[in-house]
């Protein structure tokens, strides 16, 4: 169990355009999941945190008009990066956090998005 | 507030090799600690975990100690294989009413030759 899925695995889209990232918790429900940004052969920034129901909770320096999240279930969380730019470009994953086992998040495989 | 720091990689082994990654942290009350994996192009795995200080976790022959007189949770496996190749990351996670959040060392590149 707690298998999490993205989709897509990678995208790429020309500047201007936006991007919907889906994240879904496939055999639990997730009543909080994360999205993270990781840039090549670095650690992974935590970007916002999702809650079902309610409004995502970003990190500093993180844009919320750029980086739209919606938890619209206790299985889906989106990630739409707006008027895409090239330095978005980036690996983009989500976690989940089950109810049940509070501290244990559960990572998607990554979305790799290409920004021309 | 709490962090995590990793020793620094790459790390170059050949297989059959004992394997330690090291990892400290800092935190305030008692938190969980964490062993991700990342392969790659693929997103986080769950390695293993520990809650609370003297637990040891282990999984496909990985095992690490939570020790709370060092703040320590150093990653060990007794013989490392080439498909163990792979970014190790630990993490942390405050309490609950914390958000759940995890805070990830640096990650530590491992390669393991043939």
């Known amino acids: 169990g707690a298998v999490v899925s993205q989709h897509p695995s990678r995208v790429i889209c020309k500047s201007g355009t936006s991007v919907k990232i889906e994240c879904r918790s496939l055999?639990?429900?997730?009543?909080?999941m994360f999205w993270y940004r990781q840039f090549p052969k670095k650690s992974l920034m935590l970007m916002a945190t999702?809650?079902?129901?309610?409004?995502?909770?970003?990190e500093q320096g993180v844009e919320k008009d750029k980086f739209l999240i919606n938890h619209a279930s206790l299985t889906l969380s989106t990630l739409t990066v707006t008027s895409a730019h090239p330095e978005d470009s980036s690996f983009y994953i989500c976690?989940?956090?089950?109810?049940?086992?509070?501290?244990?998040?559960?990572f998607g495989p990554g979305t790799r998005l290409t920004v021309l | 507030g709490n962090s995590v720091t990793q020793m620094e990689g790459p790390v170059t082994l050949s297989e059959e090799a004992f394997l330690t990654i090291n990892c400290t942290y800092t935190?305030?009350?008692?938190?969980?600690l964490f062993w991700y994996v990342q392969y790659p192009g693929e997103g986080l795995q769950l390695l293993l975990k520990?809650?609370?200080?003297?637990d040891k976790g282990s999984n496909k022959g990985f095992e690490a100690t939570y020790r709370k007189e060092t703040t320590s949770f150093h990653l060990e496996k007794g013989s490392v294989q080439v498909s163990d190749s792979a970014v190790y990351f630990c993490?942390?996670?405050?309490?609950?009413?914390?958000?759940?959040?995890?805070?990830f060392g640096q990650g530590t590149e491992l390669s393991v030759k043939p």
């Open positions: 976690s989940a956090l089950r109810g049940d086992l509070t501290d244990t998040q559960y």
């Open positions: 055999d639990f429900q997730a009543t909080t």
């Open positions: 999702s809650n079902e129901g309610s409004k995502a909770t970003y």
């Open positions: 935190a305030t009350g008692y938190p969980s």
């Open positions: 520990a809650t609370k200080a003297d």
């Open positions: 993490a942390l996670s405050g309490n609950y009413n914390q958000g759940g959040k995890l805070i």
